[in-house]
T-cell receptor
Framework: NAGVMQNPRHLVRRRGQEARLRCSPMKGHSHVYWYRQLPEEGLKFMVYLQKENIIDESGMPKERFSAEFPKEGPSILRIQQVVRGDSAAYFC??????????????FGEGSRLTVL | AQSVTQLGSHVSVSEGALVLLRCNYSSSVPPYLFWYVQYPNQGLQLLLKYTTGATLVKGINGFEAEFKKSETSFHLTKPSAHMSDAAEYFCAVRTARVGGKLTFGQGTILTVHP
């Protein structure tokens, strides 16, 4: 049973380019969360999605960042016109839904974005 | 609103010594509490969690934590540290409702000396 899959694991972009990070949740999971980890800091919540819906985007920067979780395919975190401050590790997590919900989030290995 | 405070960004112990990583939380509703471990350049792995029931929970690798509602604490302990325990540890809180997000503490880096 594959875990949460993120790709790419490492991504290098120049300032002004776009970064797209992908996340496939664990099988049977319909809740996806994105977190950002800056150097020497903890994980900061960005956005919570279910299939075709954004449930909570209170942690997303107002500009340049967007996220989606389409009916088919992985969840995508998109960063437009990247700046050096966007350099970080971006983690995706997934969880079960419904009455069997245990509260646990399962994390992927992360995508490490470096902006030159 | 919910929040987590981890006391001590760095903890250093000798191999074989007691490990104690402190975590205090704030939550307006009954919380789910978690400890995750992160090794360098890797994702987060669940160590243990408290949802309901027994307040002393045991996790992987010999770790345990005790939920103390009166102290709003969920400290992580291990009787005897091993070199392989060196990592960063995160305490997290989540409200007991479907889909509630995890809120993390700042993390504690554990160093184990020979």
């Amino acid at each position: 049973n594959a875990g949460v899959m993120q790709n790419p694991r490492h991504l290098v972009r120049r300032r002004g380019q776009e970064a797209r990070l992908r996340c496939s949740p664990m099988k049977g999971h319909s809740h996806v969360y994105w977190y950002r980890q800056l150097p020497e800091e903890g994980l900061k919540f960005m956005v919570y999605l279910q299939k075709e819906n954004i449930i909570d985007e209170s942690g997303m920067p107002k500009e340049r960042f967007s996220a989606e979780f389409p009916k088919e395919g992985p969840s995508i975190l998109r960063i437009q016109q990247v700046v050096r401050g966007d350099s970080a590790a971006y983690f995706c997590a997934s969880s079960l839904s419904g009455t069997t919900h245990t509260g646990e989030l399962f994390f992927g290995e992360g995508s490490r974005l470096t902006v030159l | 609103a919910q929040s987590v405070t981890q006391l001590g960004s760095h903890v250093s112990v000798s191999e074989g010594a007691l490990v104690l990583l402190r975590c205090n939380y704030s939550s307006s509703v009954p919380p789910y509490l978690f400890w995750y471990v992160q090794y360098p350049n890797q994702g987060l792995q669940l160590l243990l969690k408290y949802t309901t029931g027994a307040t002393l929970v045991k996790g992987i690798n010999g770790f345990e934590a005790e939920f103390k509602k009166s102290e709003t604490s969920f400290h992580l302990t291990k009787p005897s540290a091993h070199m392989s325990d060196a990592a960063e540890y995160f305490c997290a809180v989540r409200t007991a409702r479907v889909g509630g997000k995890l809120t993390f503490g700042q993390g504690t880096i554990l160093t184990v000396h020979p």
